[in-house]
C-alpha cells in the first residue's frame, strides 16, 4: 500500500507564492518507479491535471495555465514530490491532491493515477 500526505497549503494574496509537499510512504519499489503529479479541484468544478514527472525525476508535464508559474520536482530517495507555486492568481484556488502513477511516465490524465493524497486547500485572495 502507498500513502501519500499533502502539506503546505494556505491562504495568500493574488501574485503570492506557495509551495506544497507530497511524501510517500510504502515500499520503495512501490514509489520510486512510477510518476507522481499534482491534480486539483475548485468549488463546484471537476478535479483537473496540474503537472506531472516521470519517475525519473525529469520531463516535466504541466497545464497551459500554469506553464512558467508552477514547477514539480520530486526527490526519490525522500520519496516527496514538490509543487512550487508562485504569481499565484485567484483561478489557482482548490484542493490540491497528490497523485501515484500506474507507469513511471508523466499523465495527464486522472484515471492513470492509483494512488491519492487526502487533498490540501490552497486559497487564493483577489
Known amino acids: 500500500q502507498v500513502q501519500l500526505v499533502e502539506t503546505g497549503g494556505g491562504s495568500v494574496q493574488a501574485g503570492g507564492s506557495l509551495t506544497l509537499s507530497c511524501v510517500a510512504s510504502?515500499?520503495?519499489?512501490?514509489?520510486?518507479?512510477?510518476?507522481t503529479a499534482w491534480f486539483r479541484q475548485a468549488p463546484g468544478k471537476e478535479r483537473e491535471f496540474v503537472a506531472a514527472?516521470?519517475?525519473?525525476?525529469?520531463?516535466?508535464v504541466y497545464r497551459d495555465s500554469v506553464k512558467d508559474r508552477f514547477t514539480i520536482s520530486r526527490d526519490n530517495y525522500k520519496k516527496t514530490t514538490v509543487l512550487q507555486m508562485s504569481r499565484l492568481r485567484s483561478e489557482d484556488t482548490g484542493v490540491y491532491y497528490c497523485?501515484?502513477?500506474?507507469?513511471?511516465?508523466?499523465?495527464?490524465?486522472?484515471?492513470?493515477?492509483?494512488?491519492w493524497g487526502q487533498g490540501i486547500r490552497v486559497d487564493v485572495a483577489s
Open positions: 497523485a501515484r502513477g500506474g507507469t513511471g511516465w508523466a499523465s495527464t490524465k486522472i484515471d492513470e493515477y492509483d494512488y
Open positions: 510504502g515500499r520503495t519499489f512501490d514509489i520510486e518507479g512510477y510518476g
Open positions: 514527472i516521470r519517475a525519473s525525476a525529469d520531463n516535466p
